[in-house]
């Protein structure tokens, strides 16, 4: 009997799966643009204009409001699918589902980690960042931000049947949101004050390695578990 919803298959098709619906529901897919730009502009407002001290706690600023960014969209990557059953096709088709679940997460970042990560140059000449930091502040970024969207998946899976995960999603991912960003503003403060910054890099790369190994992993099992039940 064929089934009465197509499920894409592979690394590619659930990517491109994910890139669509991205598109059809746009105000979703922009809302954590718009809360990161909004937030960093009111940050001079609520504190101070001065350079100097903006400049100081200015890569702090920008970690934070892409965590926050990130967890507007979350727990969406697996709603749709599971609502219109097609996740559900997912989980009893006779394939490895790591791969398909890493296809949803690369879309993931790619809707919002790499637009958020794009918009930080000119935020941070807003927040008086100096230009020698660019670099690094982008590359830390766009490694931490896929990373968040890894760890992220993980909670979503463990949320989507209880329809709006609500304070628990972020309950469950923030403690493991933490070390990245202590790394990411170590990475960005390093390169202000002329230091090495290769080294907390390195080590945003090692966890995002890790997190791509380990996440599918866990949110397949998470996903099965739950069908199980």
């Known amino acids: 009997m064929q089934a009465s919803v197509r499920v894409p298959n592979g690394f590619f098709a659930h990517a491109k799966h ?3 619906l991205a598109r059809r529901h746009l105000g979703d897919t922009l809302a954590p643009a718009l809360f990161f730009v909004m ?3 009111l940050v ?5 204009p001065d350079a100097q001290r903006l400049s100081e706690i200015a890569s702090g600023i920008l970690w934070i409001m892409i965590l926050l960014a990130t ?11 599971y609502e219109d059953g097609s996740l559900e096709q ?3 088709a006779p394939q490895m589902i790591s791969i398909p679940i890493l296809g949803k997460i690369f879309a993931h970042w790619l809707v919002i980690g790499l637009p958020l990560t794009l918009l930080s140059p000119l935020l941070g000449v807003m927040l008086s960042l100096p230009t020698v930091a660019f670099l690094p502040m982008i590359l830390s970024l766009a490694l931490g931000s896929a990373y968040l969207s890894l ?3 993980v909670g979503a899976a463990l949320t989507v049947s209880l329809g709006r995960g609500g304070l628990l999603l972020p309950l ?3 403690p493991f949101y933490m070390p990245i960003v202590i790394f990411g503003t170590a990475t960005v403060n390093a390169a202000v004050a002329g230091q090495f910054w290769l080294a907390p890099l390195a080590i945003i790369g090692a966890m995002l390695c890790g997190a791509m190994a380990l996440c599918p992993l866990a949110v397949s099992a998470t996903l099965r578990a739950m069908s199980n039940a």
Do not use: N
């Open 172 to 174: 469950l991912v923030i």
């Open 44 to 48: 001079p407002l609520g504190l101070s």
């Open 151 to 153: 760890i992220g998946a």
């Open 18 to 20: 994910d890139l669509l």
């Open 90 to 92: 997912l989980l009893i």
């Open 71 to 81: 967890l507007l969209s979350v727990e969406k990557i697996f709603m749709l699918d």
């Open 39 to 41: 937030a960093c502009t």
